[in-house]
């Protein structure tokens, strides 16, 4: 499966347009890393636990895109973008999504 943020890609043609797909999470904040994040608010420095949670929220909400395409015959996702928005107190949506085409 092609993912790509781009429209077209170059040297391929769209044979077919299958529309929208998309994935999302949502996901809550870990007391644990709570913790961790309010020693670095004082001190400083990257919140680790906060990159890592965000990095298999998107992982997670892409592989959810993909799964989509694939059942409706996509070879490949164009024009791929990103959303995030808070929920609720502690809680935060990844949410993707693209164009499913068929490429030559």
Do not use: C, W
């Amino acid at each position: 499966m092609l993912l790509t943020n781009l429209e077209v890609v170059p040297g391929r043609r769209v044979k077919s347009h299958l529309g929208l797909v998309q994935g999302s999470t949502v996901r809550a904040k870990h007391v644990g890393r709570d913790i961790a994040a309010s020693f670095k608010n004082v001190f400083g420095g990257e919140l680790v636990g906060y990159t890592e949670l965000l990095n298999d929220s998107r992982d997670e909400a892409i592989e959810r895109m993909k799964q989509q395409a694939v059942s409706i015959g996509a070879n490949a996702i164009l024009n791929i973008r990103f959303s995030t928005s808070s929920l609720a107190a502690g809680a935060a949506e990844i949410f993707v999504y693209g164009s499913a085409v068929v490429l030559e």
